[in-house]
């Protein structure tokens, strides 16, 4: 295996030195900074918004919405120890670690969550999960109404299918759709031969019968 393999098999769940150099390579890499910064500009946060990233890698975008959240919550979700107390370290850095809560688990720590969010997304999280259907199930029931739901995939390698991100968005809305979601719109934030398409959808406000 060479040294890029074992680094790119690392963007799945980093661990350990070459998780680390992973971690790194996310933070500073161009085509992830603006992934991270046209995504949260999609969201339109608010002050008071509550927000949950599932997968917040070394905390880019995290970051970025506590700038905009100042009496809201924001919540950052990674499975990597590595990737927890690399984002923990940039928000220290910013002087940001009272304002957020950074966490290892994935969307399983959304049982039992007292607390609904009205933004949940991730960034090339999605092609990890196995069940993509129970995802965004989860993700619906930890909305609240009219909350809204972010999802970006880019293909990471050059020599990726540049078709890879469309037939992942069709996916993404099919699942969306099936889970309930409304509003399905999806938008390339990313041009170029391996783009970045962003699908968000939105969780309607049940009309009750009288």
Known sequence: MTVKTAIVRQFGKPSGIVGKVAGHIMARR?????????????????????????????????????????????????????MI????????????????SLMVGGIEKLDGWTMFFDRIYSLNVIQFIPDKADYFRAVYNALDNNGMCFTTYQPRMDNDDPNGAAAMADEIASLMQSSG???????????????????SGVKVAEVLST
């Open 181 to 199: 979601f409304q509003k399905i719109e999806r938008v390339e934030i990313v041009a170029g031969p391996t783009p970045a398409i962003c699908v």
């Open 30 to 82: 161009s085509s992830n900074r603006i992934r991270n910064q046209k995504t949260v500009e999609l969201m339109k946060l608010q002050p008071d918004s509550r927000v949950l990233e599932v997968g917040c890698g070394p905390g880019l975008a995290v970051t970025d919405c506590v700038r905009q959240v100042s009496d809201g919550n924001v919540v950052g979700l990674d499975h990597s120890h590595v």
């Open 85 to 100: 107390a690399q984002a923990r370290n940039r928000v220290s850095k910013a002087g940001m670690a009272p304002k957020v």
